[in-house]
């Protein structure tokens, strides 16, 4: 009998003690469960299966809606859903597998605004009650970012395809400005003929804008950067803006006394603060403030993260401020698009924005916008730093002459540029070379007995393409210098070393443009390309 009842004792004090074992491991994961619950970053909460209240909600939760926790806890989980989707999150929960599946919803914060966010949710028991745990991942981020890049890569796209059609369209503007300007010469003396020779210039100028900026969107111009204070680019355009702008516009500068030093094309940033500032006040049609504001910027990998084609770094910001109309989110997605634009028909070419973001990619920028109705609209422009001195002033190039008596080989696959060039060059004293191709510009090198002194070849040729043609015969031709022309490409100045007499002329230019880059070539009097259409007709 009592040795029965030692054996009792025994077992019940193991059982006892198992029992205890098993309460402190329940109570230790249920507190692993709490910790856990209560310190992810993410929002999580648990639902009554039965009556889909909130049972618990952790502090992420309530930081993402809004909804303080005695909030949530008097709330149904319908009540943060939109009501199109209650019907759809019903059929779910009454299937036990719906429980466990994931996927993509909408949720609404305490402010009304409407989340996307990405749902993952299992059964579980809470205190004896079916209920479900729910992860909620905003991806509100995610899909910014995978915005970004789509509108990245169509940018690039759209890109590509309006360079390749400036340059198709530069050969033919060649053309008309070329003959044009012979003509005008002709008919100086006749007052109507030299009137309606002018409009075909008129119309020529036009168009050739038109494929300028389109170059300027595709990243495909020839720029001439410098080492420049922004500050002194903005400050020395004002007066000219006043004039486009009007008076009802007040111009207000805050410039950052110690800005740091960009390198970029004067030029081309003067026409991105002219663009922004016609942007401008075409948002501010009854007048108002615009505002040009400098700073350096210190960008970190987080901040880059978020904008795709931003690298960490040291930058100079440039904000133009204007207190317009605005823009709303749709808008917003396309302003930099060609052809794009808001405008009544005939009010503007689309192409004014679209301009600007080639500019400042080209320049290894970036440009945000930030913008809402009747807020008015900032945007916010980034150069990378440097740390060198300001370039000094651009070179003279007043009293260039247009006319000598060098040999020059003229290597064009377009008949029409290759003769245009050609009239152009004997008229103005020089023996001419033609060659139709890179193999017969080869053989005629070969050939030719006589000194060459300047080669003038476009860019790209069926075959051989003028940088591939500049290789071959510069073993043969030692002391030739070149002369690149092409309706477009920026890599030619990265890759000649215009320190050794390698010269370069966009298309469409004027007879005078190339009577004057010739000599400035053969002259190694290199100067920036955008000059080549200074000088007009005149011979």
Same mark, same amino acid.
């Given at each position: 009998?009592?040795?029965?009842?030692?054996?009792?004792?025994? &077992?019940?004090?193991?059982?006892?003690?198992? =029992?205890?074992?098993?309460?402190?491991?329940?109570?230790?994961?249920?507190?692993?469960?709490?910790? %856990?619950?209560?310190?992810?970053?993410?929002?999580?909460?648990?639902?009554?299966?039965?009556? %889909?209240?909130?049972?618990? #909600?952790?502090?992420?939760? #309530?930081?993402?809606?809004?909804?303080?926790?005695?909030?949530?806890?008097?709330?149904?989980?319908?009540?943060?859903?939109?009501?199109?989707?209650?019907?759809?999150?019903?059929?779910?929960?009454?299937?036990?597998?719906?429980?466990?599946?994931?996927?993509?919803?909408?949720?609404?914060?305490?402010?009304?605004?409407?989340?996307?966010?990405?749902?993952?949710?299992?059964?579980?028991?809470?205190?004896?009650?079916?209920?479900?745990?729910?992860?909620?991942?905003?991806?509100?981020?995610? =899909?910014?970012?995978?915005?970004?890049?789509?509108?990245? =890569?169509?940018?690039?796209?759209?890109?590509?395809?309006?360079?390749?059609?400036?340059?198709?369209?530069?050969?033919?503007?060649?053309?008309?400005? +070329?003959?044009?300007?012979?003509?005008?010469? &002709?008919?100086?003396?006749?007052?109507?003929?030299?009137?309606?020779?002018?409009?075909?210039?008129?119309?020529?100028?036009?168009?050739?804008?038109?494929?300028?900026?389109? %170059?300027?969107?595709?990243?495909? =111009?020839?720029?001439?950067?410098?080492?420049?204070?922004?500050?002194?680019? #903005?400050?020395?355009?004002?007066?000219?803006? &006043?004039?486009?702008?009007?008076?009802?516009?007040?111009?207000?500068?805050?410039?950052?006394?110690?800005?740091?030093?960009?390198?970029?094309?004067?030029?081309?940033?003067?026409?991105?603060?002219?663009?922004?500032?016609?942007?401008?006040?075409?948002?501010?049609?009854?007048?108002?403030?615009?505002?040009?504001?400098?700073?350096?910027?210190?960008?970190?990998?987080?901040?880059?993260?978020?904008?795709?084609?931003?690298?960490?770094?040291?930058?100079? %910001?440039?904000?133009?401020?204007?207190?317009?109309?605005?823009?709303?989110?749709?808008?917003?997605?396309?302003?930099?698009?060609?052809?794009?634009?808001?405008?009544?028909?005939?009010?503007?070419?689309?192409?004014?924005?679209?301009?600007?973001?080639?500019?400042?990619?080209?320049?290894?920028?970036?440009?945000?916008?930030?913008?809402?109705?009747?807020?008015?609209?900032?945007?916010?422009?980034?150069?990378?730093?440097?740390?060198?001195?300001?370039?000094?002033?651009?070179?003279?190039?007043?009293?260039?002459?247009?006319?000598?008596?060098?040999?020059?080989?003229? #290597?064009?696959?377009?008949?029409?540029?290759?003769?245009?060039?050609?009239?152009?060059?004997?008229?103005?004293?020089?023996?001419?070379?033609?060659?139709?191709?890179?193999?017969?510009?080869?053989?005629?090198?070969?050939?030719?007995?006589?000194?060459?002194?300047?080669?003038?070849?476009?860019?790209?040729?069926?075959?051989?393409?003028? &940088?591939?043609?500049?290789?071959?015969?510069?073993?043969?031709?030692? +002391?030739?210098?070149?002369?690149?022309?092409?309706?477009?490409?920026?890599?030619?100045?990265?890759?000649?070393?215009?320190?050794?007499?390698?010269?370069?002329?966009?298309?469409?230019?004027?007879?005078?443009?190339?009577?004057?880059?010739?000599?400035?070539?053969?002259?190694?009097?290199?100067?920036?390309?955008?000059?080549?259409?200074?000088?007009?007709?005149?011979?």
């Amino acid at each position: 009998m009592f040795f029965s009842f030692a054996v009792y004792s025994a &077992r019940l004090a193991v059982s006892q003690s198992r =029992q205890q074992k098993a309460v402190l491991a329940l109570r230790e994961t249920e507190s692993r469960f709490r910790l %856990l619950f209560a310190a992810n970053p993410h929002p999580m909460w648990v639902v009554d299966l039965e009556t %889909l209240k909130f049972l618990e #909600v952790n502090d992420a939760a #309530v930081r993402r809606y809004g909804y303080a926790r005695e909030e949530f806890l008097s709330m149904r989980l319908t009540q943060i859903r939109p009501p199109d989707e209650v019907p759809k999150l019903l059929d779910n929960l009454a299937d036990e597998a719906g429980i466990r599946e994931f996927g993509v919803w909408k949720h609404r914060c305490k402010d009304g605004a409407l989340v996307s966010v990405e749902i993952h949710a299992e059964p579980l028991d809470f205190a004896g009650r079916p209920a479900m745990l729910v992860l909620s991942q905003d991806l509100t981020e995610r =899909q910014k970012l995978e915005e970004q890049l789509r509108q990245s =890569q169509k940018m690039e796209a759209v890109g590509t395809l309006a360079g390749g059609i400036a340059h198709d369209f530069n050969n033919l503007l060649t053309v008309i400005k +070329g003959y044009s300007c012979l003509v005008m010469d &002709r008919v100086k003396e006749d007052e109507q003929l030299a009137r309606e020779v002018g409009q075909i210039e008129k119309a020529a100028e036009k168009a050739a804008t038109l494929t300028r900026q389109l %170059l300027a969107f595709s990243r495909r =111009q020839v720029l001439q950067p410098r080492n420049i204070n922004v500050n002194n680019i #903005v400050a020395s355009v004002q007066n000219m803006l &006043r004039r486009v702008i009007g008076e009802n516009i007040e111009i207000v500068n805050q410039f950052a006394a110690d800005l740091g030093t960009v390198r970029a094309d004067p030029s081309q940033i003067e026409q991105v603060i002219l663009n922004l500032a016609v942007n401008a006040r075409d948002a501010m049609p009854g007048g108002g403030k615009l505002t040009f504001r400098t700073s350096n910027a210190v960008l970190d990998d987080a901040f880059a993260r978020e904008h795709i084609g931003l690298r960490p770094g040291r930058y100079v %910001l440039l904000e133009v401020v204007d207190a317009g109309h605005g823009m709303d989110e749709e808008t917003q997605r396309h302003i930099f698009e060609p052809f794009f634009t808001t405008k009544e028909v005939g009010r503007g070419t689309g192409l004014g924005l679209s301009t600007v973001y080639g500019i400042v990619k080209q320049s290894d920028g970036y440009i945000a916008v930030e913008s809402g109705i009747a807020q008015g609209t900032t945007f916010r422009i980034y150069f990378p730093r440097v740390d060198q001195a300001l370039s000094e002033g651009d070179p003279n190039e007043s009293g260039t002459r247009r006319v000598g008596f060098e040999t020059i080989l003229l #290597v064009e696959d377009e008949e029409v540029v290759r003769q245009l060039a050609n009239r152009i060059l004997v008229t103005s004293g020089y023996k001419v070379l033609l060659a139709e191709n890179g193999q017969e510009a080869e053989r005629i090198c070969i050939e030719y007995d006589g000194v060459i002194q300047l080669l003038i070849t476009d860019v790209v040729m069926p075959g051989m393409s003028g &940088r591939d043609l500049v290789q071959k015969i510069a073993g043969k031709r030692p +002391g030739m210098k070149v002369l690149y022309i092409s309706g477009y490409t920026e890599q030619v100045l990265q890759e000649t070393d215009i320190r050794s007499g390698v010269g370069f002329l966009e298309k469409p230019f004027s007879p005078a443009g190339l009577q004057r880059r010739v000599r400035e070539v053969l002259e190694g009097r290199i100067i920036p390309s955008s000059a080549a259409w200074s000088g007009g007709s005149s011979t």
